[in-house]
C-alpha cells in the first residue's frame, strides 16, 4: 500500500496545481474587491472549450492556446464591466448573487456552442508515460506542474515587484487611499477579473487533456479552488496556492487509502477541522473588527 | 382618491413593520393561498408548482431568519432538508416506522447535529463562514450518495408511505397543497413573530454589529446558535414531508445547488424581509416552471434573468419595489398634504 505513496503524491500535485491556479485567481479578485466570484470555475472551462474549438477548427496548437487565453480574458474583463461594476456599492452577498448568476449564464451559453458531450484536449507532448520510481507520470503532469510553478511565480513577481501590482495591492488596502495616491481604481479592478481569468484559461488548458472537459466542469473546480482560497486564508495568494495543493494531496491520499467515494468528503472534514481551529485559514492573517 | 392612496400607505406602513407588523401581508398571503386551489382546482401550476413553491418558501423563509436578519450566510441549508427528509424516507421504509414518531426522530437528530455544530461554525465570519457550510452540505450530500446500504446511494429510497391523520390521509395532489400551505403559513407567522420579538430585536443588532450587540449585554453566541437550531429543524420538517409528498427521494434534491438556490431566494426577494424570502421563493421556482419550454434556452435565460435583477434591484425584487412604492406614494402625497405626517 505506501509503496503506491509517491504515485498518490504526483496525482494529487497534479490536481492541485489546478486548484492552486483557480484559488489564486479567487484570491486575486477577492483581495480587489472583496467579492468572492463564483464564475471563477467558468474561466476554467472556457478556457479548455476554446483551446479544444480552434484546434479542431485547424488553429495551430500555439495559437489556440494565446487566442483561447485572450478569449476568456476578455469574458472577464466583460463580468467586471458589465455586471460587477453597474453594482459597485451594492452588498457582498449581492455581488456573490450575481456572480452565481453569471456562472449560469456562461455554464448556459457552453452548453449552446458546445453542447453537453466530453471533449478531449490533445496532450501537449505526447502520452509515452514516465517512469519515476514506482511511480508513472505523463509529460502532461508535468506539463500542468511546471506551468503552475511559473504562473505562480509570475504572479508573485507581479504583486511584489512591478508598480502595477503595487498599485492592486494598494486598492485592496485600502481603496479610497489608492483613489487619492491616484491610482485608477476602477482600472484595477478590471485588471484583477482579466488576470484571474488568464490564470482560469490556462488553468483550464493545462489539465483538460487529462481530465478531458465538459460545460458544467467549472462548477467542481470552482468549488475546489473557493476551498482552496479558504484554506490558505482569504486574500493570502500564496496561502490559496499552499491550500490547492494541499487539497488536490489530501484528496488522492483519500482516494488512494480510504475511499474514492468519500475523497471529497474527507478533504472537506479536514476542511472543517482546520477552520475550526484556524477561524481565518491556515495562512490567514486573524481579522480585526473595526468597531 | 386620495383616501384610497392613503389606505394603501397605510397597509403598506402596516405591512412595512407598523403597529401589527406584517398581520395584514399574512391575511392577504393566507387569503391568495386558499382562494387559488378554489378558483383552479385543476391547475397544473396550482397543485404541482404551487406545493414546490410551498416548500422552498417554507426553506427560504427559515433561511431569511439566518441569513436576512442574524446575518450569517449559509451556503449548505439543503443539508439539514436532506436530513429530514432522509430520516423520514429510512426510517418508514426499512424499519416500519409510524410517520410520524419517524418525523419526530429526524427532527430530534436534526437538532442534535445543528446544536452540535452550530457552536463552532458560527464562530467563523463572512467567506469562511460561507466555506464551512458549503463544506457541511456537500459532506451530506456524499453521504446519500455513498453509504448505498443506508440511503440507496444515487437512486435513493423510493416506496415512501403518504401521511395520515386521524384516519384522514393526504393521498391527492390537492390534499399536499392544502397540508403544505398550512405549514408554510404557520411558518410565515413564526417569523413575523420572531422578528418583532426581543430574539427578533438581538438578532437584527447582531447583524449590524455583533460587538455593539454584546456590549448591550446579548448574549450573541447564544442567539445566533438559536437562530441556527430553529432555522434547521424548520428546513428539517419541510424535508420531511417533501419526502411523504414525493414517496421518494434522491441526493439531487439535497445538493450544493439546492442550497445555492435557497440563497438565491432570500437575496432575490430581499435580504431581512420575510416577504421578501417568500416573493423569492415562489419568484425563482414560478420562473423556472415557465422557463422549462425553452429547452436549452433555460439556463441562459435564469442567468441573465438573475444577474439583471441584482444589478438593478440590489436590494431585492421585494424590498426594492416596495420601497419604490412607497416613495412613489409619498411623493404624490407630498404636494396635497405639506404637514407630511407619519402613518404609524
Known sequence: ?291 | MSRSVQALQGGVALWRGGARPGLLGLLLLAAVVVALPLLFPKNYFVTVVGVSVGFHVILAVSLNLLIGYAGQISLGHAAFFGLGAYSSAILTTRYDWNPWLAMLAGLAAVFLIASLISRPILRLRGHYLAMATLGFGIIVHIVMVQAVTFTGGPDGVSGIPGLALLGWSVRTDLHWYWVVAGVMLAVVWLSLNIVDSRTGRALRAVHGSEFAAEMMGIDTTRTKAQVFVLSALISALAGSLFAHQQGFVSPDSFSFFVSIELVTMVVLGGMASTYGAIFGAAALILLRAGLVVFHDYEMVILGAILMAIMIFLPQGLFVGLARGLRLALTRRREPAAASGDEVA
Open chain 1, 1 to 291: 500500500m505506501l509503496d503506491q505513496l509517491p504515485q498518490f503524491l504526483i496525482t494529487g500535485v497534479t490536481v492541485g496545481s489546478i486548484y492552486a491556479l483557480v484559488g489564486l485567481g479567487f484570491a486575486i479578485i477577492y483581495n480587489a474587491s472583496d467579492v468572492v466570484n463564483f464564475a471563477q470555475g467558468e474561466f476554467v472551462m472556457i478556457g479548455a472549450m476554446m483551446a479544444i474549438s480552434l484546434l479542431t477548427a485547424g488553429a495551430p496548437f500555439l495559437i489556440a492556446l494565446v487566442l483561447a487565453a485572450v478569449c476568456t480574458v476578455a469574458v472577464g474583463l466583460a463580468l467586471e464591466k458589465f455586471a460587477v461594476e453597474p453594482a459597485r456599492g451594492a452588498s457582498v452577498v449581492t455581488l456573490i448573487i450575481i456572480t452565481i448568476g453569471a456562472s449560469i449564464l456562461l455554464r448556459g451559453i457552453a452548453l449552446l456552442v458546445w453542447g453537453k458531450n466530453f471533449h478531449a484536449m490533445p496532450h501537449f507532448s505526447g502520452e509515452t508515460p514516465l517512469h519515476l520510481g514506482s511511480a508513472t507520470l505523463l509529460p502532461q503532469n508535468l506539463w500542468v506542474m511546471g506551468g503552475t510553478a511559473v504562473l505562480v511565480i509570475a504572479v508573485r513577481w507581479f504583486f511584489g515587484r512591478t508598480s502595477v501590482g503595487k498599485a492592486l495591492l494598494a486598492c485592496s488596502c485600502n481603496p479610497t487611499a489608492a483613489q487619492l495616491m491616484g491610482i485608477n481604481v476602477r482600472r484595477m479592478l478590471l485588471l484583477a477579473y482579466g488576470l484571474s481569468a488568464l490564470l482560469g484559461a490556462v488553468a483550464g488548458m493545462l489539465v483538460a487533456p487529462i481530465t478531458f472537459t465538459s460545460y458544467d466542469a467549472g462548477v467542481m473546480l470552482g468549488l475546489k479552488g473557493f476551498s482552496a482560497a479558504i484554506l490558505g486564508g482569504m486574500g493570502n495568494s500564496m496561502g490559496a496556492v499552499a491550500g490547492g495543493l494541499l487539497l488536490g494531496i489530501l484528496e488522492s491520499l483519500g482516494a488512494g487509502f480510504v475511499s474514492s467515494g468519500y475523497k471529497d468528503a474527507i478533504a472537506f472534514v479536514v476542511i472543517l477541522l482546520v477552520l475550526f481551529f484556524k477561524p481565518s485559514g491556515l495562512f490567514g492573517r486573524g481579522s480585526s473588527e473595526r468597531v
